[in-house]
């Protein structure tokens, strides 16, 4: 199993960038899909992007095509969601999550292991 932080949230103004960052322990990383998903106020969580666990496919969610891109560094144990051209729509809290030999797919019930969070906020 792994568990996960996130971290790199913050306030931006809209058309600004921000990167996230989820760094996750345990010794099997590489076998894990990673998943960025994020909820705002008073709505359902939304699958975000997802990374493969061989990092050879990438999943987004149509609202983000262009503007955000998932990546993965194996040797740091760690995942980036890099967000541009940030919208205020885009305000919410994004999570991490883990999918062991998953494949990055948007369906939230394939990943296990959740991350706590982290607030991304965009001004208008």
């Known amino acids: 199993q792994v568990h996960l932080v996130e971290s790199g949230g913050g306030l931006v103004q809209a058309g600004g960038s921000l990167r996230l960052s989820c760094a996750a322990s345990?010794?099997?990383?590489?076998?894990?899909?990673l998943g960025w998903f994020r909820q705002a106020p008073g709505k359902e969580r939304e699958f975000v992007a997802g990374?493969?666990?061989?990092?050879?496919?990438?999943n987004y969610a149509d609202s983000v095509k262009g503007r955000f891109t998932i990546s993965r560094e194996n040797a740091k144990n760690t995942v980036y969601l890099q967000m541009n051209s940030l919208k205020p729509e885009d305000t919410a809290i994004y999570y991490c999550?883990?999918?062991?030999?998953?494949?990055?797919?948007?369906?939230?019930?394939?990943?296990?292991?959740w991350g706590q969070g982290t607030q991304v906020t965009v001004s208008s």
């Open positions: 999550a883990a999918d062991q030999y998953g494949a990055g797919y948007p369906q939230s019930a394939n990943y296990e292991t």
């Open positions: 345990g010794r099997t990383f590489s076998s894990f899909a």
């Open positions: 990374i493969a666990w061989t990092g050879s496919s990438t």
